[in-house]
């Protein structure tokens, strides 16, 4: 622990356990965001499958509450992948704080190699909002 010398045991082993929890929140919430998304995929295909049952008699109702619900999966959707998508910052953000109070070898180690972006959030976001687009046409073309 280099910017502290005078840590104690306990200081070290705090920053160890903080570390690994932050790592575990961030795999946790990581695949909570695919799950959102299957569940929103999964919906977009209930919603087709039943606009696909009523076929024949899909009336300006039908399809307006098959629109408004596919509407309401895609902003719930979105809101849910955002909501953990800043836990996620949040968390490398401690990561990041963390590290610091880590020794130089370790910091050397770290930044050895340049870490890319994750932007693995952005791909399911378009995955909603154009299943969400595709939803929406296939309900007003009557299937």
Same mark, same amino acid.
């Given at each position: 622990?280099?910017?502290?010398?005078?840590?104690?045991?306990?200081?070290?082993?705090?920053?160890?356990?903080?570390?690994?929890?932050?790592?575990?929140?961030?795999?946790?919430?990581?695949?909570?965001?695919?799950?959102?998304?299957?569940?929103? $995929?999964?919906?977009?295909?209930?919603?087709?499958?039943?606009?696909?049952?009523?076929?024949?008699?899909?009336?300006?109702?039908?399809?307006?509450?098959?629109? $408004?619900?596919?509407?309401?999966?895609?902003?719930?959707?979105?809101? $849910?992948?955002?909501?953990?998508?800043?836990?996620?910052?949040?968390?490398? +953000?401690?990561?990041?704080? $963390?590290?610091?109070?880590?020794?130089?070898?370790?910091?050397?180690?770290?930044?050895?190699?340049?870490?890319?972006?994750?932007?693995?959030?952005?791909?399911?976001? +378009?995955?909603?909002?154009?299943?969400?687009?595709?939803?929406?046409?296939?309900?007003?073309?009557?299937?």
């Amino acid at each position: 622990m280099s910017s502290n010398a005078a840590a104690t045991d306990q200081d070290r082993d705090e920053l160890i356990l903080l570390y690994e929890v932050s790592v575990q929140d961030i795999a946790f919430f990581k695949k909570q965001q695919w799950v959102a998304t299957n569940y929103g $995929v999964a919906l977009y295909v209930a919603i087709i499958a039943i606009a696909s049952h009523i076929v024949n008699n899909l009336t300006l109702a039908h399809k307006v509450v098959l629109l $408004v619900s596919s509407l309401g999966i895609m902003l719930a959707g979105i809101g $849910v992948l955002c909501h953990l998508q800043h836990s996620i910052e949040v968390r490398r +953000a401690r990561l990041k704080a $963390v590290r610091e109070h880590f020794g130089q070898p370790f910091r050397n180690a770290w930044g050895a190699i340049p870490k890319q972006d994750n932007a693995l959030h952005i791909l399911l976001l +378009a995955v909603l909002v154009i299943g969400f687009i595709v939803n929406a046409w296939l309900v007003t073309l009557e299937l």
